[in-house]
């Protein structure tokens, strides 16, 4: 016999979509909340129980920083655009380990969250947003240094300076781009996370991060510029500095590689979150 306090209650079934509907964002803000608290819990936890806290987030570019300028700076005799080397380099760490980090959390963060997707149902994308909001913590205290540097070599800034948070918002939108794909992976090949890091290294490499985009001949710099973090630390560069041409070219071109593979990530990532309870 059927409760009768039970037989009025809605019965709600919840079904993937089949339309080609990349990105709700009408259901991703009716879960704002919850991007809120992953943001705020991912904060909490890399900074608990920490013995320096936040002065980690000035460690890992000021020492960066200092080994460049040895071996790029002083003994390689790598041109800086007629910026102090030391300035030059940290100004393109900051966007650099922006992005390496919200990449690298980003492509583990349906791996890292896989209790809470086998035990309740929420847009599978909030869980890569989330991974991008703790990288921009430690940006801003790396900014402060990259104040305090700029001060002690008499630096001034441009006031292109205004347009550092658009550069800023490529380097996460890069890095939700590819971590969209490799975050879709990781659930069924594992060895992803493994590849991440270096891949993350090779790429740093690829990026005018010790060195100009001076130096790379002008005819092979809009293909230069489809890894799009060129364009990115281009930006930036001018953005704080001012004192090259506005890298009209190479940010056209990152930031249409980057729409391509943001793009495609949401689609596939949409196509593949049917099978994230299944197979993380």
Avoid at 23 to 34: G, P, S, T
Avoid at 111 to 124: D, E, G, H, S, W
């Amino acid at each position: 016999m059927t409760d009768p306090t039970t037989a009025s209650l809605p019965v709600y079934t919840i079904s993937p979509s089949r339309a080609w509907v990349p990105l709700r964002l009408r259901e991703l803000w009716e879960y704002r909340e919850l991007l809120y608290f992953l943001v705020w819990r991912e904060i909490k936890i890399r900074y608990k129980q920490t013995a320096l806290g936040v002065v980690w987030a000035v460690i890992q570019p000021l020492f960066t920083m200092l080994v460049f300028s040895v071996f790029f700076g002083r003994l390689a005799r790598m041109p800086s655009d007629g910026v102090p080397y030391p300035v030059f380099t940290l100004c393109a760490l900051l966007p650099w380990q922006l992005f390496a980090f919200a990449l690298t959390e980003s492509s583990n963060s349906v791996v890292a969250n896989q209790r809470l997707i086998t035990k309740v149902y929420f847009p599978r994308l909030v869980m890569p947003l989330a991974a991008l909001g703790v990288g921009l913590v430690d940006f801003c205290i790396a900014f402060v240094l990259l104040l305090g540097v700029a001060a002690y070599f008499g630096v001034a800034f441009s006031v292109t300076l205004i347009t550092v948070p658009i550069w800023a918002a490529l380097a996460l939108l890069t890095a939700l781009a590819v971590g969209l794909w490799l975050s879709a992976l990781n659930v069924k090949y594992r060895d992803v996370r493994y590849a991440v890091p270096f891949m993350a290294q090779i790429w740093m490499f690829a990026t005018p991060v010790a060195y100009p985009t001076s130096i790379v001949p002008e005819a092979w710099r809009p293909f230069y510029a489809l890894n799009p973090m060129v364009g990115v630390v281009d930006g930036f560069r001018w953005a704080l500095f001012g004192v090259t041409d506005p890298p009209r070219v190479t940010a056209a071109v990152s930031a249409l590689v980057v729409g391509v593979l943001l793009v495609g990530g949401l689609y596939y990532f949409r196509r593949m979150e049917r099978t994230f309870a299944d197979v993380v």
